[in-house]
């Protein structure tokens, strides 16, 4: 009888049977492959757009509601000189000031996306290109701070000419 025998035995439990054997699936990998759909720049500017929009609405729509909701606490903090009352009233002006940031910021980064999108729209790389010069005035152009008198050890002494 072995270690499984004495256990199954235990437990009752008839181990030449399949019903009570449990197999598990081997662990593997598994390969998904996912096309990626690519969104067209069109697309992109309809969504930010649409997205822009929702959001600029709904934060107007916020403030509007904050303003009206402002007034009816004010009236109640007056009638009932409630210190809490006051509490509430500085905490609604607090988060009507806040969501009028956000309304401010999110002009502020669509203004940030669109630069973006601009800079790296215009970027062009070149592979080829000629230049015409000597080598010395090359070199002098990529590394200003060598330059030719550097390079040979020479060095350059002011010499005043006397005009005759």
Do not use: C, W
């Not at 199954?8 to 009570?20: I, N, R």
């Not at 069109?42 to 509601?65: F, G, I, T």
């Not at 806040?98 to 401010?104: A, C, F, G, Q, V």
């Amino acid at each position: 009888m072995d270690g499984f025998e004495k256990i199954e035995k235990a437990l009752g439990v008839d181990s030449t049977t399949e019903s009570t054997l449990v197999t598990y699936p081997k662990p593997g990998v598994v390969a998904i492959h996912v096309d990626p759909v690519p969104l067209s720049d069109d697309k992109l500017q309809l969504d930010l757009k649409a997205d822009y929009d929702s959001v600029r609405k709904n934060l107007k729509e916020l403030v509007e509601m904050g303003k009206n909701s402002l007034d009816g606490v004010i009236a109640v903090a007056q009638e009932g000189d409630s210190p809490r009352a006051y509490e509430v009233v500085a905490l609604m002006i607090k988060t009507l000031s806040d969501t009028n940031r956000e309304l401010l910021d999110l002009h502020n980064r669509i203004k940030t996306i669109r630069k973006t999108e601009t800079t790296v729209n215009n970027v062009s790389n070149t592979s080829q290109s000629i230049y015409v010069g000597s080598t010395k005035e090359l070199q002098d152009i990529i590394n200003s701070a060598r330059s030719y008198t550097k390079a040979f050890g020479v060095e350059v002494v002011d010499v005043e000419v006397e005009d005759k």
